[in-house]
Each structure stands twice: as C-alpha cells, then as structure tokens.
C-alpha cells in the first residue's frame, strides 16, 4: 500500500465515539478513491488498524460496507482487495441500463410535478453550487453525493420503487470517479444538472426525457473518450 507525499501516515488515528464503523468506512474509503491503495492491490487489515489506532472489528466491518459498493472484493480465507477499475465495456453497460430506465422516468417525474417536489429539487441543486476545484476525493465527494441524490430523488419522484433499487445498487457515481474526474467535467455535470432540474419544474415530460438522455449520453462519453 502506498504512503502519502511526505511519506507519513496516509490515515489519521480516530478518536473516541468516531472510532466505530463510520469514521474507518469514510477513512478507507477516501484512500481508495484517492489511489492510495491501487486496483488490485490487498488491502492490509492490521496495517489499516494500526494506522487508525482501532481494533481489526471495525475495519472489517467497514471493508464489508465497501464490498457492497462494489470497491473492494473479497478472497476466501485471504481477506480483501480493491477492486478494479471499471472497463470501457462495463461503463458502456451501465449507462446502457440507465438509458432504459431514467429518461422515462424524468418525463414520469415531469408529469406528476408539484410544488413540494420542485422546491425538493431546487433544495438539492443548491447542496453543491459549484464544482470542487481539486480533482482530491476529499473535494469531490460533496459533488458525488448530490449527483446520487439528484438522480434518486427523480427516481423517487417518479415513483417506481423498482428502478430506484437499481440505481442504488449499481453505486456508478463512486465508480465513475475512480475512472476520471476534474474541474471540467464537474463543471458540465452541474450544467447538465441544472438544465435537467429545469426541465423536470416546467412539468414538461418530453423536454425531461431528452434532458436526462443528454446528461446521461454526454456524461458517458466524457468517460469512455478518456479509456
């Protein structure tokens, strides 16, 4: 596993009620999105123990929070590894399967707009205003989050429990940057996001369908250009 520039610890001791699953999940897993343990590579139990002054119990169980996400794999009897990068087939994949169902769903969302659900929206398009300026996970994340919740909360309006649940499981916004991310692209997410939160508000379903197809269709390919 890889040291931070100084050559210090990568990881800060935890202190008090912080030391349960929580603070070594979000721990761990800034490390990973950060490179600091590269795809493939072990990820070191009693290392990352000893560096955040725990015991092995919540590291194992934050390791088990990021095997769901789809972040670290696990080996039989051997433990854990970071999982690989996405490949250009498996990015390709996944925006296929949102194509099918988000559009749909944004002109869904559209058609049963209130009031309440539009100030929801506009609520959330003001939790990250404008991009991070580092391409650090640390800035980022707050970008991440809100793409998540953004795309749920349409979702959610729209009322389909089903395509909610696979959204949540495909977890692509954490995967995604893992890939690539910089200013420029967080730039145009917000961009695409606010053309789309516009759309959704004017309770027009067919301009909400084709805004989503746009943001869906350019955010693929400003990764795949890069792989």
Known sequence: MRVNETGGPRLSALKGRQVLADGVYEQIRTLIMNDGIAPGDRVNI???ARELDVSGTPVREALARLESEGLVVRLPLRGY???DLLTRSEVEDIYG??????????ARAASVMTEQWAAALEAEMATCPVAPGDDNYEDYKALSAHDARLHELILH??????????FERTHCHLHFFRLAYNQTSGVAALAEHRELVDALVSGKPSLARKAMTNHLETARDRLTVRM
């Open 46 to 48: 009693d290392e990352v």
């Open 157 to 166: 309006i729209a009322g389909n429990s089903a395509v909610e649940q696979a």
């Open 97 to 106: 399967l949102r194509l099918l169902l988000e559009p749909p769903s944004a």
């Open 81 to 83: 590894r970071v999982a």
